[in-house]
Every structure is written in structure tokens, then in C-alpha cells.
């Protein structure tokens, strides 16, 4: 156990409906990554945030859009969504300072 | 940004035999490489990381070398085992409150019993 847990493990719905992916990062991490992993696009960055702030975007959809809470957990929410999001989501988090990432055990969407 | 490479994208070995992973960076400004391990429907995993003060690191059957001047890193497993069949993904990043891992595609590691 990593100690960052992602809900829900999984989820199937409909294009064009939204969802809510959450994460609580370990105890004491202040930085949340959101990466998408397809079949044949590996381990793709979303975006981060540190201790509830941006901090770096990578290849996320302008229908897609993250926030971090004060008590540290991070939302992804994805919106309108088509055949091509079905993924698994992971959200991984750091120490400050940054050494390893921890990952959790991810959210896999289906959209049908 | 970062880029991060892989190759070969497959590699079949036999059990016993040695497998060698290649990964290239393109920033010259990173300085921590991690690989990761994924086996199937499970979440990636550390298994070593390797910080550019440091050539070469090594954890029983599983060692990393960074060469910074060529910018490219390896992931070196000896006397492999069926369990090490999995999913190996290299990334590089730099370290600070900023940072973000940037992930080569990943290497699927067959080893033949």
C-alpha cells in the first residue's frame, strides 16, 4: 500500500456526461500529479499542484481541470467526455523537496 | 520541456540471462531518474532512482548508471526471474516543489522460464 488512495477504482459512463476522479495524497505530501495511462501512450503528465497550487500542466484537455484542497486532496474532473478518455488515471504524490513519487492504484474510466 | 525515451519497446530474455534498459533525456538541467515497475492492472512502482551527483547505484539484482554528458540512463537487472516481467518505466525530473517526472513510454519485459 502506497499510501495514496484514489476513488473510484472504477467507473463507466456515457460520452458527454462529466466525472469526478479524487485523490488523497500520503500523510505529510504536499505535491499531487495526475497522469493519464492509455494502451499505447504510456504514463502521460496532467497537471501538479503543491500545497493547493498549480505548479506545472502537462498534455491535459482544456474539458479536463484539476484542483487541490486544503487538506491536501485533489479532484480531476473531466467533462464532456468522449470514447478517447477511457484511461486509467493515476495520482501520484511527492514530499516537499521532491524525492519518489508514490502512485495510487488508479481510477480506470470507461466511456461508452 | 523534458522528453524522455525508451528502447528498445520490447525485450524478451532468458530466465538467468541479464537485461539491459536504455532511456535518453533531452533536458540537461535534470538531475533525478527514477524507474519504475508496473505489473499488469497494478500501479507503477519505485524500484531504484538515481541522482546526477551520483555515476552508478545498485540494490541486489537491479542497478542504474547515468552517464550526464550523453544524457542517457540504464536500468541493468542480472539474473532475471519470471517476477521481473512487467511493465519498466524510466523518467527524469527535476527536483524542487516545481517539479514533474516525465515518463519514457515503457518497456515490456518478457522473461522466458
Known amino acids: 500500500d502506497s499510501g495514496v488512495t484514489q476513488t473510484p477504482k472504477h467507473l463507466i459512463t456515457a460520452t458527454g456526461q462529466r466525472v469526478t476522479l479524487r485523490c488523497s495524497p500520503r500523510s505529510g505530501d504536499l505535491s499531487v500529479y495526475w497522469y493519464q495511462q492509455s494502451l499505447d501512450q504510456g504514463l502521460q503528465f496532467l497537471i501538479q499542484?503543491?500545497?493547493?497550487?498549480?505548479?506545472a500542466k502537462g498534455n491535459i484537455l482544456e474539458r479536463f481541470s484539476a484542483q487541490q484542497f486544503p487538506d491536501l486532496h485533489s479532484e480531476l474532473n473531466l467533462s464532456s467526455l468522449e470514447l478517447g478518455d477511457s484511461a486509467l488515471y493515476f495520482c501520484?504524490?511527492?514530499?516537499?523537496?521532491?524525492?519518489?513519487?508514490?502512485f495510487g492504484q488508479g481510477t480506470r474510466l470507461t466511456v461508452v | 520541456g523534458e522528453n524522455v525515451e525508451q528502447h528498445p519497446s520490447t525485450l524478451s530474455v532468458q530466465e538467468g540471462d541479464s537485461a539491459v534498459i536504455k532511456c535518453t533525456y533531452s533536458d540537461s538541467a535534470s538531475n533525478y531518474f527514477p524507474w519504475y515497475k508496473q505489473e499488469l492492472g497494478k500501479r507503477p512502482q519505485l524500484i531504484i532512482d538515481?541522482?546526477?551527483?551520483?555515476g552508478e547505484k545498485k540494490d541486489q539484482r537491479i542497478a542504474v548508471t547515468l552517464n550526464k554528458t550523453a544524457k542517457h540512463f540504464s536500468l541493468h537487472i542480472t539474473e532475471t526471474q519470471p517476477e521481473d516481467s512487467a511493465v519498466y518505466f524510466c523518467a527524469a525530473s527535476l527536483t524542487g516543489a516545481n517539479s514533474k517526472l516525465t515518463f519514457g513510454k515503457g518497456i515490456t519485459l518478457s522473461v522466458r522460464p
Open positions: 501520484a504524490s511527492s514530499t516537499t523537496g521532491f524525492t519518489e513519487a508514490f
Open positions: 499542484y503543491y500545497n493547493g497550487e498549480e505548479r
Open positions: 538515481i541522482r546526477s551527483n551520483v
